[in-house]
């Protein structure tokens, strides 16, 4: 499984930006799908997961500005992420859970067998 997302850059505060990751392979409708993100300085952090099922979970500092979904025709999960502030500059990862658990919603990286690259997002304020 390969993952490669986009559309990262740079925006000014109250600002919004959609990330997108493709991933290749057939069995993308079984994949459980998260965004991570890693802020300059800091570790590696959870900001939204979306089943195959569809069930989605957000860590609350998103809630009620990001929205996670996927598109399984396109093999792709997107991240709309509206009203953004400083706190939210950060490299932006999707990763996937191959597992196959309908409507699991992995929370930890270590249940993340593949990775994307990683695009930068820089909110200005």
């Known amino acids: 499984v390969q993952l490669q997302a986009s559309g990262g850059g740079l925006v000014q505060a109250g600002g919004s930006l959609r990330l997108s990751c493709a991933a290749s392979?057939?069995?993308?409708?079984?994949?459980?799908m998260g965004w991570f993100r890693q802020p300059p300085g800091k570790e590696r952090e959870l900001v939204a997961v979306i089943s195959s099922g569809g069930t989605t979970y957000y860590t609350d500092s998103v809630k009620g500005r990001f929205t996670i979904s996927r598109d399984n025709a396109k093999n792709t999960v997107y991240l709309q992420m509206n009203s953004l502030n400083s706190e939210d500059t950060a490299v932006y990862y999707c990763?996937?859970?191959?597992?196959?658990?309908?409507?699991?919603?992995?929370?930890?990286?270590?249940?993340?067998?593949?990775w994307g690259q990683g695009t930068q997002v820089t909110v200005s304020s």
């Open positions: 392979g057939r069995t993308f409708t079984t994949y459980n």
């Open positions: 990763a996937a859970d191959p597992s196959s658990r309908w409507y699991y919603t992995p929370r930890y990286q270590s249940e993340y067998d593949y």
